[in-house]
């Protein structure tokens, strides 16, 4: 049983090793240990702090990625309108010029109608003032035979000619 009951020599020396130790690591040690400790704890906590600052970098992004979606939607919406109305005055334009168009043309025909009716009728004229005169001169000459006619006509047209001026 000496296992169990130590003497008092070993005691001591025991415990002047356990003190020996106790001193070396307050002295060596404990700094070490707490140094490596604080410097993880600073790791750690600078870690975090890039996370936050990511995090915050990111809303940011985001943010700003939704602001410039929102100003290109905008954009785009502004582009289809401008090119609507594009669209409709170009139309409005073309159909302004078909119009313009189709009136001079119908201005045109209108004129060629005129031309061509005047034309007609002159040539109506002349043909009925041809024929009449082919009618009258047959029927002068069957009552212009006779002296007293002759003189009669020739009287009328100079009292006709007398009104006239």
């Known amino acids: 049983m000496e296992l169990f009951t130590p003497d008092f020599g070993l005691v001591f020396w025991m415990f002047v090793a356990v003190a020996v130790l106790l001193v ?30 990511a995090k915050e970098q990111l809303d940011n992004a985001r943010v700003e990625s939704e602001k410039y979606l929102a100003q290109a939607r905008a954009q785009q919406a502004e582009m289809l309108r401008e090119a609507d109305r594009m669209k409709t005055q170009i139309i409005d334009e073309a159909r302004s ?52 006619a002759q003189s ?14």
């Open 152 to 165: 009669k006509l020739v009287n009328t047209l100079l009292d006709e000619m007398e009104k006239q001026n």
């Open 24 to 53: 070396v690591l307050y002295k060596w040690g404990w700094p070490a240990i707490l140094k490596s400790i604080d410097s993880r704890a600073d790791l750690i906590d600078k870690g975090v702090e890039y996370a936050q600052n």
């Open 97 to 148: 010029a078909a119009q313009v168009e189709a009136q001079k043309v119908m201005d045109a025909a209108k004129l060629s109608i005129q031309q061509e009716r005047k034309e007609a009728e002159l040539q109506f004229r002349n043909e009925v003032s041809s024929f009449a005169l082919d009618i009258a001169s047959k029927v002068v000459r069957g009552q212009l035979a006779d002296e007293k």
